[in-house]
């Protein structure tokens, strides 16, 4: 998952009224948007630049939500329901990205193990080999 996207589901979330980590029903605000995403609060603060159109979006939800003459609705059993089973979707494929991840992690470290291995064994043999050559100079310089 990218650095914006968790933002961006999260206000998806606030504008359909299904979030999962605040209280439903809440207003679309900055601070909100990033408590949501699961960040602290203050954290799509104007310096920096990386958000600048994560933040009109914001800007932009929240004018819609404050021209809207209806006030917040409750969500049904149903909607809350639904916006579960996507979470539990979403969480199912990242968990198994995450898995493939690992997997290739492991893979990655038992090659490198074996890299080390006979890298090893390489460095053992040369020296034995440097010892021989030492022991053989030693002795012609000896005589």
């Keep these: 998952m990218t650095f914006t996207k968790k933002y961006e589901d999260a206000l998806e979330r606030l504008k359909e009224n299904l979030p999962i980590r605040i209280k439903p029903g809440s207003p679309i605000s900055y601070d909100n948007v990033a408590l949501e995403a699961g960040c602290g609060k203050g954290s799509l603060k104007k310096g920096r630049s990386s958000l600048d159109d994560l933040r009109s979006q914001i800007a932009t939800a929240m004018a819609e939500q404050a021209n809207n003459t209806n006030k917040i609705k409750k969500p049904s059993d149903i909607d809350l329901i639904k916006g579960k089973q996507n979470t539990i979707k979403k969480l199912k494929s990242e968990l198994r990205e995450l898995e493939v991840q690992f997997q290739q992690s492991i893979g990655r470290e038992i090659m490198l193990l ?12 040369l020296k034995l080999q440097n010892d021989v050559v030492i022991q053989i100079n030693r002795k012609k310089s000896t005589k």
């Design 114 to 125: 074996d890299q080390i291995k006979s890298l090893l064994a390489t460095v053992e043999s």
